[in-house]
């Protein structure tokens, strides 16, 4: 349990909390298979193999009682004309929803349930987004130059299931278009229920 009450900020224009217990750094090659370019894949990872996102978590506690939290920092950049992106998952405990809130930066949160529902909305400075239970979660970054830096808090129990997505991806993908963000189907998902 965590006993006492406490406040951090959330500092400009980093990003970074000024208190954390974690950071996590995701490197393009954690994310094999998932950026639908395979090629531009293999090319940017064998350049140079960069921090595409980074998690600055709160004390996390395993606990229905408490609230898991952090910010989460999506750098920005491209694999093709895929933006980068988080690797994305459903909740081990599939039951939990998630808040989001984003603090600076322009992007977007790709969602689905198990039955194929999908769901994408945009983010920017003070957007507040309910991830609700059952409804795995991917940020994206859609701008040419800034970061996306979003505030999350969920079930302290609720953990990750990384391989639903690893397997056989999001449904939708997001992808640039000029200047424009497109949202595309994703050319190998595979529903998570095939019908029998
Ligand atoms: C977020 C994510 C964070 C990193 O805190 O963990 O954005 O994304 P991945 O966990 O998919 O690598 C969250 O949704 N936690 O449950
Ligand atoms: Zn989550």
């Not at 006492?4 to 393009?28: M, S, W």
């Not at 979660?137 to 990750?160: C, I």
């Not at 992808?175 to 963000?181: D, I, P, Q, S």
Request: hydrophobic fraction near 35%; glycine fraction near 8%.
């Amino acid at each position: 349990m965590i006993e006492r009450p406490f406040a951090c900020i959330v500092q400009k224009p980093t990003g970074i909390p000024d208190r954390y217990d974690n950071h996590i750094e995701r490197r393009l090659s954690s994310m094999t298979g998932q950026f639908r370019d395979h090629q531009a894949y293999e090319k940017l990872v064998q350049q140079s193999d960069r921090v595409i996102y980074e998690v600055y978590e709160g004390r996390r506690v395993d606990d229905q009682r408490e609230l898991a939290h952090g910010v989460s920092i999506v750098k920005p950049g491209k694999v093709g004309d895929e933006f980068f992106m988080t690797k994305g998952h459903f909740h081990a405990v599939l039951e939990t929803a998630e808040l989001y809130y984003c603090i600076q930066g322009e992007g977007m949160i790709v969602m689905e349930n198990p039955e194929g529902d999908w769901a994408a909305e945009r983010m920017s400075a003070g957007v507040v987004l309910y991830v609700p239970p059952r409804w795995a979660h991917r940020s994206v970054n859609t701008h040419p130059h800034d970061e996306l830096v979003v505030l999350f808090a969920y079930r302290g129990d609720a953990g990750h299931d990384y391989q639903s997505i690893e397997r056989r991806g999001f449904r939708k993908l997001v992808v640039a278009a000029g200047e424009r963000t497109e949202i595309v189907d994703n050319p190998r998902w595979i529903p998570l229920h095939q019908p029998a």
